[in-house]
């Protein structure tokens, strides 16, 4: 994963409406119309999300042009997560060592 | 003592830990900001610093290399943002994310003085959102509230039950 596509799924992610969205999906395909009907927006304020969506990967769509169902993709989430958690356990590693490392500094400076 | 990973945050695409030292701010400062003493602990156990070499100014360069426990290398190139001793640190790493890919880290250190003890506050962004709008930032903030990970988690759960 590049930092670009990194960027992208986070920006999508960012939303808390895309969010509901992506939980929605999460339990099977729906249309454009279901997807609208719990946040109270017009479907073209929907359709503006579900193209940040399908944009960053997440999403999918249906080829038939009246119904086109959207479905969930779940790969950029599982990249991201790994990433982060990665990220983390890099600098809980360090902090581990560095905490041993300053009690023997500390030590040193005594003398 | 575990790291604190805050979720709370407020701004932008953020990982927060935290961590308090039982020596004081000037010995950590120190061991973050003198090469030979970051080649001891940097990555943790088992991973070790061949090359770490630290030009110590804003604009400066941090060129680090790691070895991990199976041999291999990693470079790890950085830039120094800001240098205010003994309490804040800001550099920009860029970091890798595959066998042919890289990331910008922007990583915001600061020690605070508990007396006698120090307390670490790591802040690290990722990429740089500098040119997106106010309503993007906005939007991340949320999404580091509410958490990638959990809603990853949670859908994960859900793809791999019948």
Not at chain 1, 81 to 110: I, V
Request: with cysteine; glycine share 6%; proline share 5%.
């Amino acid at each position: 994963m590049n930092a670009e596509r990194l960027t992208s799924t986070l920006f999508a992610l960012a939303d808390p409406t895309r969010r509901a969205i992506l939980a929605r999906l999460s339990t099977g395909e729906a249309t454009v119309g279901e997807l609208a009907e719990p946040h109270e927006m017009t479907l073209a304020a929907v359709s503006k999300h579900l193209k940040v969506l399908e944009g960053a990967g997440l999403i999918s769509r249906g080829r038939e042009a009246q119904w086109r169902p959207c479905r969930l993709e779940a790969a950029p989430l599982r990249d991201v997560s790994e990433w982060l958690e990665n990220y983390r356990q890099f600098w809980g590693a360090s902090m581990d060592k560095l905490d041993e490392y300053l009690k023997t500094m500390q030590k040193k400076r005594r003398k | 003592m575990k790291p604190i990973i805050d979720s709370t945050s407020t701004e932008e695409p953020v990982v927060i830990m935290t961590r308090i030292f039982d020596v004081p701010r000037e010995v950590v400062w120190e061991a973050l900001t003198t090469p030979e003493h970051v080649a001891q602990w940097f990555g943790g156990h088992g991973f070790s610093s061949p090359v770490c070499e630290m030009d110590l100014r804003p604009g400066g360069a941090w060129r680090h290399v790691m070895r991990a426990p199976d041999g291999s290398e990693f470079p790890v190139n950085s830039v120094f943002v800001e240098v205010v001793a003994p309490q804040r640190l800001v550099w920009k790493s860029q970091r890798r994310v595959s066998a042919t890919e890289t990331a910008e880290v922007t990583h915001t250190t600061t020690l605070e003085d508990l007396g006698g003890k120090t307390r670490w506050k790591l802040v690290a962004r990722f990429a740089d959102y500098a040119d997106r709008d106010t309503s993007v930032k906005m939007g991340f903030a949320q999404m580091v509230g509410q958490g990638v990970e959990r809603l990853g988690d949670f859908l994960e759960k859900r793809r791999s039950s019948p």
